[in-house]
């Protein structure tokens, strides 16, 4: 049976866990170390980022959060896994992505999977160059995810110093190729 859109999930990371999937997750605790046991709801920025106050937005303030790729596939690679944004919200916030730079792990892994942040105002330095791709040709480069393997990405949030615009967000594709 080949690949489907759902083998490949996203889900919060666990800024608080000893290893990956080993703990549920939540928005604000997205903050990188270890997969956890939750998908993230949906695809609108609310589902991992706060709103922004009027004090961040004045202030053009950038909020981080990390959350994994993960293969469910039992038999199956991920091959060339790639993210985009392909759609935004118009007049909300900026967003961006990045790849930790940690290698895809295994599930439940017990060294990190991923760089940690202290808080969603800090932002992570073991990643790569944040980009907002908006298309399949200029996407993210996740790479391979083996079956059962995951990889953090990261999400760059800038307040725009705008009005609040209601369901702010973005829809987040992922596409992959799988073993012949």
Same mark, same amino acid.
């Given at each position: ?8 999930? #996203?889900? $919060? ?10 703990? %549920?997750?939540?928005?604000? *605790? %997205?903050?990188? *170390? ?13 589902? #991992? ?34 993210? $985009?944004?392909?759609?935004?919200? =118009? ?6 992505? +990045?790849? =930790? ?10 060294? +990190?999977?991923? =760089? ?11 990643? *790569? ?13 996740? *790479? ?7 990889? +953090? ?5 800038? +307040? ?11 829809? #987040? =594709? ?7």
């Amino acid at each position: 049976m080949p690949i489907t859109t759902g083998d490949i999930l #996203l889900k $919060y990371s666990a800024a608080t866990a000893a290893a990956g999937n080993a703990a %549920s997750g939540t928005a604000a *605790g %997205s903050l990188g *170390g270890f997969i956890s046991t939750t998908q993230v709801p949906d695809n609108v920025m609310d589902a #991992l980022f706060p709103d922004i106050t009027p004090t961040e937005n004045e202030a053009d303030n950038a909020d981080y959060k990390c959350v994994f790729i993960h293969n469910q596939h039992a038999t199956l690679s991920a091959l060339n896994v790639k993210v $985009y944004f392909s759609a935004k919200v =118009d007049g909300g916030a900026d967003i961006a992505v +990045a790849l =930790d730079n940690l290698l895809p792990s295994a599930l439940a892994s017990n060294v +990190a999977q991923a =760089d940690l942040i202290p808080d969603k105002d800090t932002a992570p330095t073991a990643v *790569g160059s944040f980009t907002a791709p908006t298309d399949a040709g200029s996407a993210l480069l996740v *790479g391979t995810l083996q079956p059962g393997q995951c990889r +953090a990405i990261w999400f760059k949030r800038m +307040a725009a110093g705008a009005a609040a615009v209601v369901n702010d967000g973005v829809t #987040l =594709d992922i596409i992959c190729d799988e073993t012949p």
